[in-house]
C-alpha cells in the first residue's frame, strides 16, 4: 500500500511484440501505476517506437513510460515519438548522462516540447537549466556539449553574415527561442571570418561609432582576413575598429 509501482521490460525493440503485450497484459491487470518500455540499446527508429507504444497504448490501461538509449542519437525523437503514441513518462537526465551514448538529455527535450507544445513545460522554471547543466557538468568533470539544446555554448551563436544580418533585424528569422527565457543572451559573432557588413556595423554601433559605406567594407574584408587564422576576440576586434575611425 502507498507504493508507486511500474513494471518495465529491457530490450523492448528487440523483443517479439506478441510476448511483450501477453506480459504487459498481465501485469496490467495488477493494476500498477506505469508499464515501460526501454530501448535499452537504442536501436529503435522514431517510427518503430510510435508503433510499439501506440500498440501498448491499446493493451494496457495504466501510464506508459520510455526509456531511449542515444547509441544511434535518435533518444530525444524516439521520446518524443513516444509521448505523441501515447506514453506518459520520459527517462531523462542532465546531460543525458548514462550507460554508453546516455539517454535523453534534459534540455534536448524541453527544447523539443517547448516548440511543439509549449504547454507541457509551462510549469517549470526554463531559465535555470543552463545552470543546471554546469553544476552537473562540473560536479562530474566532462564540458556541456557545445550542441547541446538550449544549454550549448554556441546555442545562441551567430557568425554567418546572411544569419547575422537576419537575426539584427529579427531574431526569430535564426532562433525558435528567446534566449532570455533561459536566462541567456544572443551572441552575434562579427569577428568571425564569416561575418558580413551588418555584424560589423552593429558592433561599432555599440562603441559609438559610425561608419561610412567604404570604411564598413575595408573593415570587414580586414576582419575577415585577419580572422582567417582564427577569430577575433571581442576586444581584438574592438582595437580594430577604434583604430580606424579618426578620433
Given at each position: 500500500?502507498?507504493?508507486?509501482?511500474?513494471?518495465?521490460s529491457?530490450?523492448?525493440?528487440?523483443?517479439e511484440?506478441r510476448?511483450?503485450?501477453?506480459?504487459?497484459?498481465?501485469i496490467?491487470?495488477l493494476?500498477?501505476?506505469r508499464v515501460g518500455?526501454?530501448?535499452?540499446?537504442?536501436?529503435?527508429?522514431?517510427?518503430?517506437?510510435?508503433?510499439m507504444?501506440?500498440m501498448v497504448?491499446?493493451?494496457v490501461?495504466?501510464?506508459i513510460?520510455f526509456?531511449?538509449?542515444?547509441?544511434?542519437?535518435c533518444?530525444i525523437a524516439?521520446a518524443f515519438?513516444a509521448?505523441e503514441?501515447g506514453?506518459?513518462?520520459?527517462d531523462?537526465?542532465i546531460?543525458?548522462?548514462?550507460?554508453?551514448?546516455?539517454?535523453?538529455?534534459?534540455?534536448?527535450i524541453i527544447a523539443?516540447?517547448?516548440?511543439v507544445?509549449p504547454e507541457l513545460?509551462?510549469?517549470?522554471r526554463?531559465?535555470?537549466l543552463p545552470?543546471?547543466?554546469r553544476m552537473?557538468?562540473d560536479m562530474?568533470?566532462?564540458?556541456i556539449?557545445?550542441?547541446?539544446?538550449i544549454?550549448?555554448d554556441?546555442?545562441?551563436?551567430?557568425?554567418?553574415?546572411m544569419?547575422?544580418?537576419?537575426?539584427l533585424?529579427?531574431p526569430?528569422?535564426y532562433?525558435?527561442f528567446?534566449p532570455?527565457r533561459f536566462?541567456?543572451?544572443?551572441?552575434?559573432?562579427?569577428?568571425?571570418r564569416?561575418?558580413?557588413?551588418?555584424?560589423i556595423?552593429?558592433?561599432?554601433?555599440?562603441?559609438g561609432?559610425t561608419?561610412?559605406?567604404?570604411?564598413l567594407?575595408?573593415l570587414?574584408?580586414?576582419v575577415?582576413?585577419?580572422?582567417?587564422?582564427?577569430?577575433l576576440?571581442?576586444d581584438?576586434?574592438d582595437d580594430l575598429l577604434?583604430?580606424?575611425v579618426?578620433?
Amino acid at each position: 500500500q502507498g507504493l508507486e509501482v511500474r513494471f518495465s521490460s529491457e530490450d523492448s525493440f528487440r523483443s517479439e511484440p506478441r510476448d511483450l503485450l501477453r506480459v504487459y497484459q498481465a501485469i496490467d491487470r495488477l493494476h500498477p501505476q506505469r508499464v515501460g518500455l526501454a530501448d535499452t540499446v537504442g536501436i529503435a527508429t522514431p517510427n518503430q517506437v510510435f508503433e510499439m507504444v501506440s500498440m501498448v497504448r491499446k493493451a494496457v490501461d495504466c501510464d506508459i513510460e520510455f526509456h531511449a538509449h542515444n547509441d544511434t542519437g535518435c533518444a530525444i525523437a524516439n521520446a518524443f515519438a513516444a509521448l505523441e503514441a501515447g506514453a506518459t513518462h520520459i527517462d531523462t537526465t542532465i546531460l543525458g548522462i548514462g550507460e554508453r551514448n546516455g539517454i535523453v538529455p534534459l534540455s534536448g527535450i524541453i527544447a523539443r516540447l517547448l516548440s511543439v507544445h509549449p504547454e507541457l513545460v509551462a510549469q517549470y522554471r526554463l531559465e535555470i537549466l543552463p545552470e543546471l547543466d554546469r553544476m552537473v557538468a562540473d560536479m562530474v568533470g566532462i564540458e556541456i556539449p557545445f550542441n547541446a539544446a538550449i544549454t550549448g555554448d554556441t546555442a545562441f551563436h551567430h557568425k554567418a553574415g546572411m544569419h547575422t544580418n537576419a537575426v539584427l533585424n529579427d531574431p526569430s528569422s535564426y532562433e525558435i527561442f528567446d534566449p532570455a527565457r533561459f536566462g541567456r543572451e544572443r551572441t552575434v559573432m562579427a569577428g568571425h571570418r564569416l561575418t558580413g557588413r551588418h555584424a560589423i556595423a552593429s558592433r561599432a554601433s555599440t562603441l559609438g561609432l559610425t561608419l561610412t559605406d567604404r570604411e564598413l567594407r575595408v573593415l570587414t574584408a580586414e576582419v575577415k582576413r585577419r580572422a582567417d587564422t582564427g577569430p577575433l576576440s571581442n576586444d581584438e576586434l574592438d582595437d580594430l575598429l577604434r583604430g580606424s575611425v579618426p578620433a
